[in-house]
T-cell receptor
Framework: DGGITQSPKYLFRKEGQNVTLSCEQNLNHDAMYWYRQDPGQGLRLIYYSQIVNDFQKGDIAEGYSVSREKKESFPLTVTSAQKNPTAFYLC????????????????FGPGTRLTVL | RKEVEQDPGPFNVPEGATVAFNCTYSNSASQSFFWYRQDCRKEPKLLMSVYSSGNEDGRFTAQLNRASQYISLLIRDSKLSDSATYLCVVNGDGLTFGKGTHLIIQP
């Protein structure tokens, strides 16, 4: 079955530690995205990537880093510089490249719920 | 700042009733529009795209009003399983997600 997977589903880390969230897709999508969702809030874009070895900052990139070494994979690292890292993190992908590429719908992974203790 | 606004609700609706909610957007250059459904502690899933001429998918009808800059979602004959948060998504300069409208269908 084609889809997007994120792991782990739940993640607990101590304050000050970096942590990397996994996102893999086998949909052959060019574009991939990372969002953060806080309770009662909309999704906020952290980073996106239109093509391998290229990525762009979203609205709230500070304290995060990403890589796109393979088309299928777009891991997100939450660094110790992120002030409020506890949140629900969602990875998504789409068929068309570019955030402003004309409105292709995005498909989401199941999310990772990160709690920093 | 480009905004997408939704009434957060909750909308408490008896089973079998018809419910509708709107979403307003500020970017007049927005190109495409979507409704997503998000269940509690789950990822958003595409419910339907919204076309200029309006579109229907079973019990769900979506409409776009460009002049007034809003989109709407109508659910007929509501089911208990329709209980969820409905996210309005607008593509202007990138996708912007509304905070969602919480719908509770009551037996």
């Amino acid at each position: 079955d084609g889809g997007i997977t994120q792991s782990p589903k739940y993640l607990f880390r101590k304050e000050g530690q970096n942590v990397t969230l996994s996102c893999e897709q086998n949909l052959n999508h060019d574009a991939m995205y990372w969002y953060r969702q806080d309770p009662g809030q909309g999704l906020r874009l952290i980073y996106y990537s239109q093509i391998v070895n290229d990525f762009q900052k979203g609205d709230i990139a500070e304290g995060y880093s990403v890589s796109r070494e393979k088309k299928e994979s777009f891991p997100l690292t939450v660094t110790s510089a992120q002030k409020n890292p506890t949140a629900f993190y969602l990875c998504a992908s789409s068929t068309r490249t570019g955030v402003s590429a004309g409105g292709s719908e995005q498909f989401f992974g199941p999310g990772t719920r990160l709690t920093v203790l | 700042r480009k905004e997408v606004e939704q009434d957060p609700g909750p909308f408490n609706v008896p089973e079998g009733a018809t419910v509708a909610f709107n979403c307003t957007y500020s970017n007049s250059a927005s190109q495409s529009f979507f409704w997503y459904r998000q269940d509690c502690r789950k990822e958003p899933k595409l419910l339907m795209s919204v076309y200029s001429s309006g579109n229907e998918d079973g019990r769900f009808t979506a409409q776009l009003n460009r002049a007034s800059q809003y989109i709407s979602l109508l659910i007929r004959d509501s089911k208990l399983s329709d209980s969820a948060t409905y996210l309005c998504v607008v593509n202007g300069d990138g996708l912007t997600f509304g905070k969602g409208t919480h719908l509770i269908i009551q037996p």
